[in-house]
C-alpha cells in the first residue's frame, strides 16, 4: 500500500522555475533512494536526479546547475527544484522510490507522473 504522489507540474515559459513535489505515503527513510526520471515522447525514461540514504545526490549531465533535489523527512517529501528551463526539459517526470536492498527484498515503487511544458 505504499504510494508515491507527484504534484508541482504545469506550463511555464523557457526560463522559468518549477518546483515538483514527491509525496510518500511512508517514511521517506524507508527507501533506500529516491529518484525522479522523465520521459518525452518517442524517447527512453533516463534518471533525472536521485538521493540515496545517506544524503549523496547525482544528475544527469543535461541538468546539472539548473536542477536540485532535496528532501523534507518530517514531511515525507522530496522536492526536484529546477531553474533555468528549457523545452528540451518538456516530459513527464516521474518520482522512483526503491526499499528493501539490504534485507534482499527488493521493492520498486513509481509515482503517476506530472506534466512539465516548457513552451513560449
Known amino acids: 500500500q505504499v504510494q508515491l504522489v507527484e504534484s508541482g507540474g504545469g506550463l511555464v515559459q523557457p526560463g522559468g522555475s518549477l518546483r515538483l513535489s514527491c509525496a510518500a505515503s511512508?517514511?521517506?527513510?524507508?527507501?533506500?533512494?529516491v529518484g525522479w526520471y522523465r520521459q518525452a515522447p518517442g524517447k527512453q525514461r533516463e534518471l533525472v536526479a536521485g538521493i540515496n540514504l545517506g544524503g549523496l545526490t547525482n544528475y544527469a549531465d543535461s541538468v546539472k546547475g539548473r536542477f536540485t533535489i532535496s528532501r523534507d523527512n518530517a514531511k515525507n517529501t522530496v522536492y526536484l527544484q529546477m531553474n533555468s528551463l528549457k523545452p528540451e526539459d518538456t516530459a513527464v517526470y516521474y518520482c522512483?522510490?526503491?526499499?528493501?536492498?539490504?534485507?534482499?527484498?527488493?521493492?520498486?515503487?513509481w509515482g503517476q507522473g506530472t506534466q512539465v511544458t516548457v513552451s513560449s
Open positions: 511512508k517514511s521517506i527513510l524507508s527507501f533506500n533512494v
Open positions: 522512483n522510490g526503491v526499499a528493501g536492498i539490504s534485507t534482499g527484498r527488493l521493492n520498486e515503487y
